[in-house]
């Protein structure tokens, strides 16, 4: 939810607007409090149908920041990684990221989550940006999946030679 409230930083009263509206609380952020997936997901509805894909977009980068991941292990190792590691910030069944590495070592990321499909665009692309990716650049290309169907979208991971 903090991630959602950094991608307004233009407008700060629309984002807590939409989140506050889902019955969603700042003062629930702990480490030790889970809030429930469903509200989430219709304040990030609401950002999708307000204010647009581009803001989900930014939203979902954003996550990463606030997320707890391994300390230690590079980008790769974290997207390989990724199903582990949503677990870990997750209760209940929630979909799940199959990620596998190709024999030219492209990641390629299958999302089968509830999450809006740009969202988990923005997301994979915050992991490319983490300071796990140190020195390293990737390019991350979007894949959309059927209409209504589970798979929602696959992410291809490059890294880029410079």
Partial sequence: MRATLDAF???P??????????DLRISDMRPDNFIRVQNWLNALEDIQNVVGPAKLRDVGRNV????DIPLGQDTEVILMNLDDIYYHNHRG???HYLSTRLEDGTIEVRCETPYPRNFEWGLIEGFCRHRAAEKKR???????GPVKAAHTCTLVVRLLNL
């Fill in 13 to 22: 009263g629309l984002g807590r607007r939409i989140v506050e509206k889902h």
């Fill in 9 to 11: 930083k233009l407008v």
């Fill in 93 to 95: 069944d929630v979909g």
């Fill in 64 to 67: 990463v920041a606030a997320a």
């Fill in 138 to 144: 990737y390019s991350v290309e979007y894949i959309d």
